[in-house]
């Protein structure tokens, strides 16, 4: 099975954001082959520890592409405020496609939202070489909940302001933003509970102490088997072949609706696009192979090989969309 994403739920609604705030919508083909590259070994940087999904991401990716491009892809992590550290690195790093990054929503949308003292600007100094993974989220609610569906979460939400109680592993991650979102997009205030980490939110959700999480589908999805938990959406535009009977949550009502926590290849800006050429073209052949359709299918991720030129875009417009919430959920910059 093919674990492909629908362009409509990701690029689709980048692009109609572009449209409406006369950004351009050319998309050009990728790069010609660069011919040498690469003169030595490529260095992709995880701006994480070691063992996490995005590590994992790059290592399964970096494998795969070290035959084709002649050279070893060597995974190096780089931790620290979440994920900005190692980005900071590779932005900084020479344009000659030597040093990569493997970039997440946070590291290379969010961030930009909520910090003023950013050391790197997402869109200007990065060149992207693909989106390559995305992952919707959902929400989630303990089976005793009197909650069964959206629409019942959003009627209790308007009457009851800032008491449905959604936990999430701190302030401006991906479920945290996502969480805001739907509050805009349905005229509601959720309250939000930070975590330090997503197991705790999920323990207590569990326990009865949370109303909601728009969780990673990987991680409750046993719990929903199980009936520990029940699915009210998901937050992408189609529905997740592991929850095929969970509606996604513009089913549920909410037009439009989309969130995804994704996940990209970066290089500096600078970098010659015949190099962004050959990597995409490699990372894209990745994509369709057996193994890595079996990996992300595993986990949960939806596919997307998205050439430099769109990924520029898309990237711009996920930048601008968290500063929207941001600003209008009334967050504000660190």
Sequence with gaps: MKTRIDRRSLLGAALAIAAAT??????????????G?????????????????????????????????????????????????????????????????MGVTGSNAISAALRDDLPYDPVTDFDPVSIVIASP?????????????????????????????????????SMHMTGELFGLETGTKLLHVPYKGSAQALQDLLGGQLDAM????????????????????VTSTQRHYMLPDVPTIEEAGIDGYAAFSWQGIFAPAGTPPEVLGTLYAEIAKALESDKLQAFFKEKGFLIESMPPAESKEFIANEVKKWKGVVKAAGIGPK
């Design 37 to 101: 590259y690469p003169e030595k070994p490529v260095t992709l940087v995880v701006p994480f520890p070691p063992g996490g999904s995005t590590d994992l991401l790059a290592r399964q990716i970096g494998e795969a592409i070290s035959g084709p491009l002649g050279q070893p892809v060597v995974v190096e992590n780089r931790g620290g405020a979440g994920g900005t550290v190692g980005a900071n690195y590779v932005a900084t790093s020479d344009p000659d496609g030597h040093t990569l990054l």
């Design 22 to 35: 006369g950004l351009s919508a050319g998309l050009a083909s990728p790069a010609v082959a660069a011919d």
């Design 214 to 233: 728009f969780g990673d589908i990987l991680v409750t999805s046993e719990h929903i088997k199980t009936g520990r938990l029940r699915a009210l959406g």
């Design 137 to 173: 989220l959902v929400l989630v609610v303990n089976s005793e909940s009197k909650f069964n569906s959206v629409a019942d979460v959003i009627a209790y939400a308007k009457e009851n302001p800032e008491t449905f109680t959604h936990g999430t592993p701190g302030v401006g991650t």
